[in-house]
């Protein structure tokens, strides 16, 4: 590299010396109707020396007189002597000597100085000739186109007795390469290079035998999984099993545990990841500091250049400009340029080396036996693209996956260092969650115990551990706390500019630094860091909120060594025994063992109303959080709001304690795996990030034209070509463009808070504005949360038929109203009715109250009125979505006698009951009203032969429901909320489509979707349902009940707005049924409702509408919450002010809060849109017409104007345009997210077409004015590397004025559009800054010039 600096040096400096000119006219020679010039005076023309062989060859007028002491020596004065030195400064010698002297020059001497002359008649194009013609004549030289030559052109000899001495430029100074700074220089850099071999040359070494040990391990089946040398891929199947000194332990998140102790486990953030062990060595740290310091000196050798350009280093050199380059301005702008190339490749290769570099300087191990541990996890980028790519797109594409791979950015490198616990067990930290080392597998995993799935085992161990144990299980899983590492401030700034963007900018304002740019650099410094701190605040203020949420730390009591304690949460382990207290946080993930629990889920499910939780039985049952196993967990995230101790029970353990069995801490937790995912995302790629490789690549290639051009038309200027050159490109791509692109959805997001709609995934808002299917729930999100009671139908026992319906319930039946008072889990919090809505409205229409001090599970005092007495319940079943019913034991205190009452939906209690009990028009009466949009709950009893409670725990719950009697149906009616039927509206105009799930029948779903115009008028609805996932899907017409074979015709009617005439409908094993055959593909956008659909089906069903759609999922929490997370756009309605379920969580509990979404995020994408339209055409402006007519006319814009344009300008532009408003109502199409497509395209090509064509039209008008041919900026006569002497002129005049209008304009144009935006004159921040701007410049236009 520096063998080649000289050489590059010298050649640029002799190329830096060249003018430009204008190639295609000639300057001022022909006005503006093509005759030449008038003849103009120039004065004090100052003429170049004549130079002889013989000074009486000298005109008369121009010979030598001295006096008689003197003699006329070489330098063309008089002297007393002519010394050695006075006759070296001959002006004939054009300041050369030696052998850089022609032969034909070493003899000349000069005559007498000719004074300076007026020219009358000066051409400007032809200026050297008049200028000798003028000077001949003060000379008298009569003929000297026949007897005077040119310096070096012709010389004395033959007719021609002198000649002009008209020197050429003198010869650039070069570096003799043995200055100070460059012997340090070659020594800093040669020792780096040296020391880099060295290590290189040992680390080969060194690592040889671990390589050699690690290929002897991969041939046995043992290590079959590593990959590559001194590496452990993550391996899950090896994990089953796993244990350590004999303990229950295995490794894994995912948890399928059986009995007998085997478990599958997969851990998210490990899967297919590599784990490289490494150690450090005093060298490799040495060379690690050496590139860091021979970094920071390159950076700083930068900096004495550009302080000696400006003649401002210390000592000697102060005061004088170029000192470093022996005074030669060129020379040192050569310099520099080759510097900065060097400096800038520097940076480059240390960015795409950044994730290799400081594991490189470290002695590769095996992961068990290093310091470090680096786990490289690929990435899986999400992406949401609406349609194919094109070819185009395609090989782009492709050729980013390959560039991807090259430089390792395909995967996420981090390094971690492995620690020891007390008792000396390794282990290291990734992603929050402690990975220990297994001594006889010499594998890493996470640990979880095993503490068994049957409920007797978990209740069994509700003695806790003991002392020894709690330390060895902390060991392994480690503290029970997710940190959230926020970093300050400085540190956040630095986090943000080791980006690439950031280098970029860096690089390119130092050349702005150099080249007497500074005033433009410090306002381009300003607007990057105004851009960056826009960003950092953002990201800074989003993590804080999280570790709001994430951080959680008190004191709970815990149960070891069999005594209570208070112990920190943090020191919480799986198998500990805590008791719950009103008020507490829950830190962790617990089985409930004693007492019941009123849990509040709404930060972490967005389920707005508090839950009960229920202990788990002492019964051989399987505990499983995904079904009935979620009614006796308690979530790490939660908050207690109401405990009640159990001291009598049938089937569940008795203490005056609430007692929870510690299962899952930190971030093996529910609540952990969510924030895990939060915090360390995949990336996603929306289509605008897939078509931003091309306008990269687009950017590139113009970059070249750039390049290009300023080199043909700047004809010999090297040093103008490079700089100019750089300075374009650097405007290509304005340094607001990050914060560009994220200033829309930091204000969506700012104005989603002011409606009550938070979000703690800021980017999701861009993705928000393109969705185009909302799947929503229907109670609680479509209709009021809680239903209203509408009445009963009970069925004669006697008959086995229906009674009347009556909306008196306690006009019917006693056994019914026992039912209806005690079949639920409903509890009383502080005087308010906490549980399910559907159980709570039930409760209330039996006009029970509940007795604040139960004797078994809950006592029920019924309505006086009814004279039923007190209700003990006994046992309770909670309901389970597999089961679809719940069924309570209770004791009639009156009777004394046991019965048992079973609640769920119609078809299940129908399956369940004795066929006598079922009347014959059970069926169609449940499907009556159905279809008057009725929630239909049946209810069955039966009494028990015994009457002890004690003996209920005995039987299991099929052996209590079987063989019960149907009692009745309770109906409620579903209503809309108020806003419903407006919000789809919304949703249908604005293209949007919306979709029901729901776990109600399909009958009432589709009657509520009918009301709220889901459904539209006069639609047609087939109803598809089957009995199992393995019988054939059965169509019927909801209206007419008459059965369809076939519903392809109905599909392709289609009515006279283009759309079909009929919807469909399917119930839970329908849709079941639809997946398993592969039909849901073609018929998934046919579907309005999916009803009886499972939480694991709403999944399903979510992801299915994902293949095809941008889709968004709106629920109420709860039963929603897993189809939240999975949609790609998650909007829960909770009373929680944030909610980690889904990233976004709205506290207006309507779905018109999905509709204020999509508007306020639609106008976040138009806008950032907006912005980039706006910054693509300042790019293309700056780099375009403005860049090409200063290249051909050797012109520039002033100082102020260009801080007034960058900082201004850009600026004012694009914060004012951030602060349009949405549109009022959504528009029937989306906003485009595609950077390519045919509206950006005719945006930004329109804009760009007429910007050239205005500012070409403006020179066209300019080149036919009379005033300004014959008065035009001669790039000949000016120094094209000094841009600052190039504005004052007309040319730069008209280029400043039409190109200041069009940067202010392209701002204003792109703020039109009414469809996501508010209309533009409501946007008054941009009107304000549009009208003073416009005033200003036009101020500077129209007023008289300055001084």
């Known amino acids: 590299m520096f063998g080649l600096l000289p050489r590059v040096v010298a050649v640029l400096a002799l190329l830096v010396t060249a003018s430009a000119f204008q190639l295609w006219h000639d300057v001022n020679r022909y006005d503006a109707h093509g005759n030449e010039c008038l003849y103009r005076e120039k004065s004090d023309v100052v003429c170049s020396r004549l130079c002889v062989t013989d000074l009486s060859s000298c005109p008369t007028s121009l010979q030598p007189s001295c006096p008689d002491n003197q003699s006329f020596c070489a330098d063309g004065e008089c002297h007393d002597e002519c010394t050695d030195d006075i006759q070296a400064q001959n002006p004939c010698h054009c300041s050369r000597s030696g052998n850089k002297l022609p032969s034909e020059a070493q003899n000349l001497v000069p005559c007498l100085t000719i004074p300076s002359v007026t020219i009358q008649q000066f051409h400007a194009w032809n200026s050297e000739e008049d200028i000798r013609i003028a000077c001949g004549a003060e000379a008298n030289i009569t003929d000297q186109s026949k007897t005077v030559g040119v310096w070096d052109k012709s010389w004395i000899g033959g007719d021609i007795e002198a000649v002009w001495a008209e020197c050429p430029a003198a010869p650039t100074p070069n570096y003799k390469y043995n200055e100070s700074y460059w012997i340090a220089a070659y020594a800093v850099n040669g020792a780096l290079a040296l020391l880099i071999l060295v290590w290189s040359v040992y680390k080969g070494f060194a690592e040889q035998s671990v390589r050699a040990a690690t290929l002897n391990k991969t041939s046995g089946a043992d290590n079959k999984h590593s990959d590559s040398p001194g590496s452990a891929v993550y391996d899950q199947n090896r994990d089953k099993g796993y244990n350590l000194s004999e303990k229950p332990l295995v490794g894994g998140v995912t948890k399928t545990t059986s009995e007998n102790g085997s478990v599958d486990s997969t851990d998210p953030a490990m899967p297919n990841s590599c784990l490289h062990g490494y150690r450090n060595k005093l060298l490799g740290t040495a060379c690690i500091w050496a590139i860091t310091l021979v970094t920071l000196l390159w950076i700083c050798f930068l900096g004495v250049w550009t302080a000696d350009y400006y003649g401002s280093l210390p000592g000697k050199y102060n005061g004088k400009s170029y000192s470093l380059a022996y005074g030669s301005d060129n020379l040192e702008l050569a310099t520099f340029l080759i510097l900065w190339g060097i400096s800038f490749i520097i940076l480059i290769v240390l960015y795409v080396l950044k994730p290799h570099l400081r594991n490189y300087f470290r002695l590769l191990a095996l992961p068990s036996k290093g310091k470090y541990v680096c786990v490289v996890r690929p990435l899986h980028e999400v992406k949401v693209i609406e349609e194919n790519t094109n070819r185009l797109q395609h090989y782009i594409n492709v050729f980013t996956g390959w560039l991807q791979v090259s430089l390792s950015r395909d995967k996420e490198y981090t390094t971690c260092p492995i620690e020891k616990t007390s008792e000396g067990r390794i282990y290291f930290t990734y992603q929050c969650t402690r990975y220990v080392l297994d001594e006889q597998t010499q594998q890493y995993a996470p640990y979880e115990f095993d503490l068994g799935t049957i409920h007797r085992r978990l209740i069994q161990q509700a003695d806790g551990l003991s002392g020894a144990e709690v330390a060895y299980r902390l060991e392994l899983v480690g503290p029970n706390f997710i940190e959230v590492k926020v970093p300050s ?333 005690s079949c639920h889990a409903v509890a009383d919090l502080n005087g308010q009715l906490i549980g399910n809505p559907v159980d709570i409205e039930q409760f209330r229409a039996s006009k029970a109250t509940i007795d604040p001090q139960p004797e078994y599970l809950d006592a029920i005092q019924t309505a006086p009125d009814t004279n039923l007495g007190k209700i003990h319940v006994v046992r309770r079943f909670q309901f389970v979505h597999a089961r679809a019913s719940m069924s309570v034991v209770i004791l009639d205190e009156s009777t004394g006698k046991l019965h048992v009452f079973v609640k769920g939906s119609f078809e299940r209690l129908k399956a369940i009951s004795s066929a006598r009990s079922v009347p014959a028009d059970y069926d169609e009466a449940c499907a009556d009203l159905a279809r008057e949009g009725c929630y239909v709950l049946a209810f069955a009893h039966k009494t028990l032969d015994t009457a002890d409670p004690a003996r209920v725990g005995e039987f299991t719950q099929d052996e209590l429901e079987s063989g019960c009697d149907m009692l009745g149906l309770l109906v409620f009616k579903n209503m809309l909320k108020s806003d419903t039927a407006q919000a789809i509206a919304e949703l249908k105009h604005g293209s949007t489509r919306t979709v029901m799930i729901t776990g109600d029948t399909a009958l009432t779903g589709i009657v509520i979707a009918r009301q709220c115009g889901m459904i539209p008028e006069n639609t047609r609805v087939l109803l598809g349902e089957c009995k199992t996932p393995a019988d054939e899907i059965q169509w019927v017409d909801v209206d007419t009940r008459e059965p369809v074979a076939d519903i392809q015709p109905h599909l392709a009617e289609l009515g006279s707005d283009g759309f079909s005439t009929t919807e469909l409908a399917v119930g839970g094993a329908a849709f079941e049924r639809l997946c398993a055959t592969g039909e849901i593909d073609t018929l998934l956008f046919k579907i309005r409702v999916f009803a009886r659909m499972k939480p694991t089906h709403k999944v399903e069903c979510v992801e299915h509408h994902m293949k095809y759609a941008v889709t968004a999922m709106c629920g109420d929490g709860g039963n929603d919450s897993l189809a939240l997370r999975a949609a790609h756009v998650g909007i829960a309605l909770s009373d929680a002010e944030a909610s980690i379920v889904s990233p976004f969580s709205a506290s207006n509990r309507s779905v018109m809060s999905c509709v204020e979404l999509l508007r306020q995020s639609r106008a976040g994408l138009a806008t950032s849109f907006a912005n980039f339209t706006a910054l693509i055409c300042y790019g293309q402006v700056m780099s375009g017409m403005l860049k090409m007519a200063s290249f051909y006319f050797s012109i520039s814009l002033t100082e102020n104007l260009w801080m007034l344009i960058d900082g201004g300008v850009a600026t004012g532009m694009m914060i004012s345009i951030s602060m349009s408003g949405p549109a009022e109502r959504l528009a029937p199409s989306r906003p485009t997210s595609r950077i390519l497509g045919p509206q950006m395209l005719a945006s930004v090509g329109g804009i760009v077409l007429m910007n050239w064509l205005f500012s070409a039209m403006s020179y066209v008008w300019l080149f036919r004015q009379d005033w300004f041919r014959c008065n035009e900026h001669s790039a000949a006569e000016s120094e094209a590397t000094k841009w600052w002497l190039q504005g004052d002129n007309y040319e730069s005049s008209i280029m400043s004025f039409v190109s200041t209008f069009q940067f202010i304009n392209n701002g204003f144009v792109v703020n039109y559009g009414y469809l996501h935006r508010a209309k533009w004159y409501k946007n008054y921040a941009l009107l304000t800054v549009w009208a003073f701007l416009m005033a200003f410049v036009s101020y500077m236009l129209l007023a008289d010039p300055n001084q």
């Open 489 to 821: 401030i400085p540190a956040a700034f630095a986090r943000e500019f080791v980006s690439f963007f950031y280098l970029y900018q860096l690089i390119f304002l130092w050349a702005f630094y150099f080249y007497a740019y500074w005033q433009v650099g410090l306002v381009d410094t300003g607007v990057i860091l105004l851009s960056a701190t826009i960003k950092v605040v953002l990201r800074v203020q989003s993590e804080r909120r999280l570790k709001q949420m994430a951080e959680q730390e008190e004191t709970t009591p815990v149960k070891r060594d069999g005594e209570w304690s208070n112990v920190s949460t943090r020191d919480l382990v799986p198998g500990d025994v805590i008791e719950v207290t009103t008020g507490a946080h829950m830190s962790c993930d617990c089985v409930l063992l004693s007492g019941n629990a009123i849990m509040n889920e709404s930060s972490l499910t967005g389920e707005p109303l508090p839950i009960r939780k229920f202990p788990v039985r002492i019964d051989d049952s399987h505990y499983n959080v995904a079904e009935a196993g979620k009614m006796s967990t308690l979530f790490a995230g939660t908050v207690v709001s109401q405990v009640q101790p159990v001291t009598k029970s049938t089937d569940s353990l008795e203490s005056d304690r609430v007692l929870a069995l510690v299962r899952f801490t930190g971030t093996m937790s529910d609540k952990g795996q969510l924030v895990r995912r939060i915090l360390f995302p995949n990336p996603i790629s929306f289509i605008f990030n897939e078509q931003m490789r091309i306008v990269v690549c687009i950017l590139v290639l113009y970059s070249i034209f750039v390049m290009a051009m300023a080199a043909y038309l700047y004809q010999g200027n090297a040093v103008a070509v490079v700089f100019y050159g750089i300075f374009a490109i650097s405007q290509l791509l304005s340094p607001l463009l990050p914060a560009a692109l994220v200033i829309g959805q930091s204000v969506a997001a700012t104005r989603l808070r002011k409606k009550k709609i938070y979000c703690v995934d800021p980017q999701r808002i861009m993705t928000a504005g393109k969705v185009q299917v909302l799947c929503a729930d229907k109670t609680g999100t479509l209709t009021r949360d809680n239903l209203e009671h509408y009445g009963g139908r009970c069925i004669d026992p006697a008959t086995g038929k229906f009674v009347e319906f009556t909306s008196d319930l306690l006009a019917t039946d006693r056994l019914f109203q026992q039912a209806v008072a």
